[in-house]
């Protein structure tokens, strides 16, 4: 073994060893494409009209505080339908799923979340008439939820 | 029986949305913790719940792993009439559980 290989090995060797053992459990991002689909069976996503409160830091994930709000009438002829949470990151990508109605009136839920590292999460709003908006929103996670909590 | 909470505001305008709060007491367990002893405790999560008013439907959501211990969820719904707002909700042991809000109409 020349010098250059040994530095090399022992760099990578150390580079591991330097990495805690639970980042490396990390959850890596799911495709989470499936999912949607199975949610929207297919119809197009528009990218627009659903507003999602996220902090942008959260210190904790086991506790995010969100909040979906679709600008709607929320009238029998146009309505939200349902809001749907995914977070890719989490171990069960889908975090809930909310039914609502024209007995709503105002399209708007608010809730807290566990998240599993920092990610994108992704929120669907399906409207009558199978139209479908998304919203992506991106989330610093200091310290996970589900993973240091072995005890 | 589980503990859990709804709130309501004092008087609402009929015809218009109002705000409904509710909290459940319920640890949310993952199934990816585990205990001392090292063995895994098993899932336990309020999986289900919905909110009836007037005789309907008008909420209903369903929960998985990805929502915090102690869930808080807060939503909208339209005054119709001056009654009781109900709140049940089911997790996976099959314990049940409700609460309940009187709505006045002004």
Request: aromatic share 6%; glycine share 8%; proline share 6%.
């Amino acid at each position: 073994m020349n010098r250059r290989r040994f530095l090399a090995a022992s760099a990578s060797g150390l580079a591991a060893a330097a990495v805690p053992a639970h980042a490396q459990r990390f959850q890596p991002p799911q495709d989470v494409a499936p999912l949607i689909q199975q949610i929207t069976g297919g119809a197009a996503l528009t990218a627009s009209g659903l507003a999602v409160k996220l902090p942008q830091l959260a210190e904790n994930g086991n506790s995010v505080p969100m909040q979906l709000t679709v600008q709607s009438s929320m009238t029998a002829e146009d309505h939200v339908e349902a809001l749907y949470v995914i977070a890719p990151r989490n171990p069960r990508p889908l975090v809930a799923t909310f039914h609502l109605g024209p007995d709503a009136g105002r399209a708007e839920v608010a809730t807290r979340v566990r998240l599993a590292g920092t990610q994108k999460v992704v929120s669907i709003a399906r409207l009558n008439g199978n139209r479908f908006l998304v919203n992506e929103t991106e989330v610093l996670v200091t310290s996970a939820a589900c993973l240091d909590e072995s005890l | 029986m589980m503990l859990g909470r709804v709130q309501v505001p004092q008087s609402v305008k009929r015809g218009e949305p109002f705000e409904v709060r509710v909290i459940v007491q319920h640890p949310m367990e993952t199934g990816f913790r585990r205990d001392l002893q090292g063995q895994a405790i098993p899932v336990n999560i309020v999986d289900k719940l919905a909110c009836t008013y007037g005789g309907r439907e008008v909420f209903r959501t369903e929960l998985g792993t990805g929502i915090a211990a102690n869930p808080y969820l807060v939503f909208y719904v339209v005054a119709r009439e001056s009654g009781p707002l109900e709140i049940a909700w089911s997790d996976d042991r099959g314990q049940q559980g409700r609460a309940s809000a009187m709505v006045n109409v002004a």
